[in-house]
């Protein structure tokens, strides 16, 4: 009687021990490919002698977010946080996601989506870090490819990569396959907005300085506007703003995100801060402002904002804003 009562038991805990492995299984498997990335880009992230280091939203290749891009992001996180360099001390901190979205809803910023050099920049000022991890997810067959970068927050450099295959569970299929506003798979497709018509040119006289604006193109992600100046009044030198830490030129999508410039032209100058030119009286001076990291979906600008300044004899002036509204942003 022992040894049967000693065999049922036995044949218990090996059952026991098989169904909670079969369960398991799916978790581990991520989990260890996880921890790969994660271990090898530590040692890139403390060789680099970065401090403090953020983990984005992962996306597809188009750059759009799905559910399952945000959970492989969460769980890199964690695995980053805890990763362990053999020993010795990593050097550097993960910002919490929660707390990241959080300062970046306050500052009216995306942390979702392809990361351009400008938007680096913006996170790294903003968040406090030295550098931004971008992940892409790309489904292959019975597995899903994941590529991680480490970006540079003030240069946007990649400074680190690898990559790891994960099989495509049943779990990571229902995640890939959801859209990330609701957490639910759209019935639907949601339909293309139209395009508004187009509208005259617009007009603003400030100061005796006439800005008549042509239109704003998008070409991949840069919105650039291009307008004419005119000098109604003597010939005098105007400074054109970009994208300066205290006063910037600006554009709002019909989504409600707010763009900075990231650099201006004023007839033959440029440059990513500001520009300056004389501009001679009656005569129009093309001007272009271009603006990164605009979203595919937008298709017009609710609100742009221009801003310049004159310099006169006692030096330059106080910043001047000049504003069009509802222009059509053609591709």
């Given at each position: 009687?022992?040894?049967?009562?000693?065999?049922?038991?036995?044949?218990?805990?090996?059952?026991?021990?098989?169904?909670?492995?079969?369960?398991s299984y799916p978790l581990m498997a991520h989990e260890r490919e996880i921890n790969n990335l994660s271990g090898a880009l530590a040692w890139d992230i403390?060789?680099?002698?970065?401090?403090?280091?953020?983990?984005?939203?992962?996306?597809?290749?188009?750059?759009n977010v799905t559910e399952l891009g945000r959970f492989l992001a969460e769980e890199f996180s964690v695995a980053l946080a805890g990763a362990?360099?053999?020993?010795?001390?990593?050097?550097?901190?993960?910002?919490?996601?929660?707390?990241?979205?959080?300062?970046?809803?306050?500052?009216?910023?995306?942390?979702?989506?392809?990361i351009d050099p400008q938007t680096a920049r913006e996170l790294g000022k903003i968040a406090g870090v030295d550098a931004l991890i971008t992940g892409t997810i790309t489904p292959f067959g019975e597995s899903v490819r994941i590529l991680v970068k480490i970006l540079d927050s003030e240069t946007a450099r990649i400074i680190g990569a690898s990559g790891?295959?994960?099989?495509?569970?049943?779990?990571?299929?229902?995640?890939?396959?959801?859209g990330i506003e609701t957490g639910v798979a759209p019935a639907t497709p949601t339909p293309a907005r139209p395009k508004p018509p187009a509208?005259?040119?617009?007009?603003?006289?400030?100061?005796?300085?006439?800005?008549?604006?042509?239109?704003?193109?998008?070409?991949?992600?840069?919105?650039?506007?291009?307008?004419?100046?005119t000098n109604k009044e003597v010939d005098r030198t105007v400074g054109l703003r970009a994208g300066t830490r205290e006063y910037f030129s600006r554009l709002f999508d019909d989504f409600g995100y707010e763009y900075r410039a990231?650099?201006?032209?004023?007839?033959n100058a440029s440059g990513e801060e500001w520009v300056q030119s004389v501009l001679v009286s009656g005569v129009p001076t093309r001007a272009v402002i271009s603006f990164g990291g605009i979203s595919p979906q937008a298709s017009r600008a609710t609100l742009?904002?221009?801003?310049?300044?004159?310099?006169?004899?006692?030096?330059?002036?106080?910043?001047?804003?000049?504003?069009?509204?509802?222009?059509?942003?053609?591709?």
């Amino acid at each position: 009687m022992r040894k049967i009562h000693f065999f049922r038991l036995s044949l218990i805990c090996i059952w026991s021990i098989a169904i909670s492995m079969a369960f398991s299984y799916p978790l581990m498997a991520h989990e260890r490919e996880i921890n790969n990335l994660s271990g090898a880009l530590a040692w890139d992230i403390a060789s680099a002698g970065k401090k403090t280091v953020a983990v984005v939203d992962f996306t597809d290749l188009q750059g759009n977010v799905t559910e399952l891009g945000r959970f492989l992001a969460e769980e890199f996180s964690v695995a980053l946080a805890g990763a362990d360099l053999a020993g010795a001390d990593k050097g550097f901190e993960v910002i919490d996601r929660t707390h990241l979205r959080t300062i970046l809803a306050e500052h009216k910023l995306s942390a979702t989506g392809i990361i351009d050099p400008q938007t680096a920049r913006e996170l790294g000022k903003i968040a406090g870090v030295d550098a931004l991890i971008t992940g892409t997810i790309t489904p292959f067959g019975e597995s899903v490819r994941i590529l991680v970068k480490i970006l540079d927050s003030e240069t946007a450099r990649i400074i680190g990569a690898s990559g790891e295959n994960i099989a495509k569970t049943q779990v990571i299929e229902e995640l890939l396959a959801r859209g990330i506003e609701t957490g639910v798979a759209p019935a639907t497709p949601t339909p293309a907005r139209p395009k508004p018509p187009a509208v005259a040119q617009q007009s603003v006289e400030v100061k005796g300085l006439l800005f008549q604006l042509d239109g704003c193109k998008v070409s991949g992600q840069t919105a650039t506007c291009s307008f004419l100046i005119t000098n109604k009044e003597v010939d005098r030198t105007v400074g054109l703003r970009a994208g300066t830490r205290e006063y910037f030129s600006r554009l709002f999508d019909d989504f409600g995100y707010e763009y900075r410039a990231n650099r201006a032209r004023m007839a033959n100058a440029s440059g990513e801060e500001w520009v300056q030119s004389v501009l001679v009286s009656g005569v129009p001076t093309r001007a272009v402002i271009s603006f990164g990291g605009i979203s595919p979906q937008a298709s017009r600008a609710t609100l742009l904002e221009i801003k310049f300044r004159q310099l006169t004899s006692r030096g330059w002036d106080d910043i001047t804003i000049v504003q069009f509204r509802n222009i059509p942003l053609s591709r």
